[in-house]
T-cell receptor
Framework: DAKTTQPTSMDCAEGRAANLPCNHS???????VYWYRQIHSQGPQYIIH???NNETNEMASLIITEDRKSSTLILPHATLRDTAVYYC????????????FGDGTTLTVKP | DADVTQTPRNRITKTGKRIMLECSQT?????MYWYRQDPGLGLRLIYY???????NKGEISDGYSVSRQAQAKFSLSLESAIPNQTALYFC??????????????FGPGTRLTVL
């Protein structure tokens, strides 16, 4: 599976959009981009995934560049409860067993 | 009730002791996983199982063993615990029949301390 690079930490004001970047320059054509988050030592929680089209669900939006070498997770109106570590993972669709959770981005939402 | 449960939630033990961490799931998923997480770091895969008869080593399997007793149960054992196995351990499940939608569902974690 392709390796990802994320900033170590980011801050965001409450109510504003949080944009979390992820670089995956070695991504292969059959690899998806998945995002999870982990709130204070709880089990990680799935957020969203995509292949090449932008995706949106009730939690977030995922923007994938046309060359698929990077992506951005967008939390449209961040709340204090969104403070967490966010992990960007790249893998083929059936290969969850080899998902590599790197160090992720610690997002702190401030009042 | 939680879909993925782990027992115990917290455990303190001594070096050399045998420890078993248990994971149960009610999601009906074939695939189960064990991860460990060290402070400030991401998750590392220890073992994974694609079905009851299929067990695979992850990136850090040394010092650990697993048992898939049934589709719903996947146990992790530390045969002789050592202090650097002190960590937060997570169990997870996924359903390969969902294709790209097979996100992983994680348990609440077991905090293990080896003195």
């Amino acid at each position: 599976d392709a390796k990802t690079t994320q900033p170590t930490s980011m801050d965001c004001a409450e109510g504003r959009a949080a944009n979390l970047p992820c670089n995956h320059s070695t991504i292969s054509g059959n690899e998806y981009v998945y995002w999870y988050r982990q709130i204070h030592s709880q089990g990680p929680q799935y957020i969203i995934h995509g292949l090449k089209n932008n995706e949106t669900n009730e939690m977030a939006s995922l923007i994938i560049t046309e060359d698929r070498k990077s992506s951005t997770l967008i939390l449209p109106h961040a709340t204090l409860r969104d403070t967490a570590v966010y992990y960007c993972i790249v893998r083929v669709d059936t290969n969850a067993g080899k998902s590599t959770f790197g160090d992720g981005t610690t997002l702190t939402v401030k009042p | 009730d939680a879909d993925v449960t782990q027992t115990p939630r917290n455990r303190i033990t001594k070096t050399g002791k045998r420890i078993m961490l248990e994971c149960s799931q009610t999601k009906g998923h074939d695939r189960m996983y064990w991860y460990r997480q060290d402070p400030g770091l991401g998750l590392r895969l220890i073992y994974y199982s694609f079905d009851v008869k299929d067990i695979n080593k992850g990136e850090i399997s040394d010092g650990y063993s697993v048992s898939r007793q049934a589709q719903a149960k996947f146990s992790l054992s530390l045969e002789s615990a050592i202090p650097n196995q002190t960590a937060l351990y997570f169990c997870a499940t996924s359903d390969p029949d969902r294709g790209a939608d097979n996100e992983q569902f994680f348990g609440p974690g077991t905090r293990l301390t080896v003195l």
